[in-house]
């Protein structure tokens, strides 16, 4: 009984104090109240991280995979795109093409130049992946945008497993961690990633597009040996 009285008049206390100090806002006078209850026996724990280790895991077909593009709402582009930008390719593509978001005319125009010209290939043996699934090209894309939809493309390349991706521009890595010179390769998973120039800089720049010849053309000769 004693024990239990004791008990008693301690939360009493505490309610009292409590009620007092309410009127007493401050970050001092919030201390002494922490500092006041700790000598009437009260502990506190450590303070815990708590890692969100989830991630989340991506149909491996490539229909449930554009149904789940076409519902995605992960960023702020999804709130004013018109569209949704699928993989439909039903052909076995032998290059990858990775681009950061939906070509224009201009853009497409070049890569194929480039692949007809130097590849001796053609819209049926590329596929045309971007980075960013919604059609939003008028918006301005920042990393955390490309950041949320990277493995959309990782797993469509791990769906569709062309022999070869052509990354136009250093998006590749959003894909890998290692530093590429342009033109130099890198094998991924069981692909041939190589590094060109974005497709933007070769239409602004055709003197470039010139003096990369000799780079598609020891591409070229490393898809043949590969």
Known sequence: MLKNTKLLNKKLFVIFYLVISEKMNNKNNLLSQLYMLKLFGYNYINKVNIINNTKVTLPDNINELNQRISNCNLCELSKVCTSKVLYNNTSNPTIAV???????NNELNILMKILNKYFNTDLDDIVILNI???????????????????DYTIKELDIISAKFIFSFGD????????????????????????????????????????????????????MEKY
């Open 98 to 104: 990775l681009v950061p978001k939906l070509l224009v």
């Open 132 to 150: 960013i699934k919604c059609d939003a090209n008028n918006i301005k894309i920042n990393n955390n945008i490309f950041d949320k939809c990277k």
């Open 171 to 222: 998006i590749y890595k959003y894909i890998v961690k290692n530093d590429l010179d342009v033109g130099e390769g890198i094998i991924y998973n069981n692909s041939k990633l190589f590094y060109l120039n974005e497709l933007n800089e070769l239409l602004r720049n055709p003197s470039i597009l010139e003096e990369n010849e000799n780079i598609f053309y020891k591409i070229k000769h490393e």
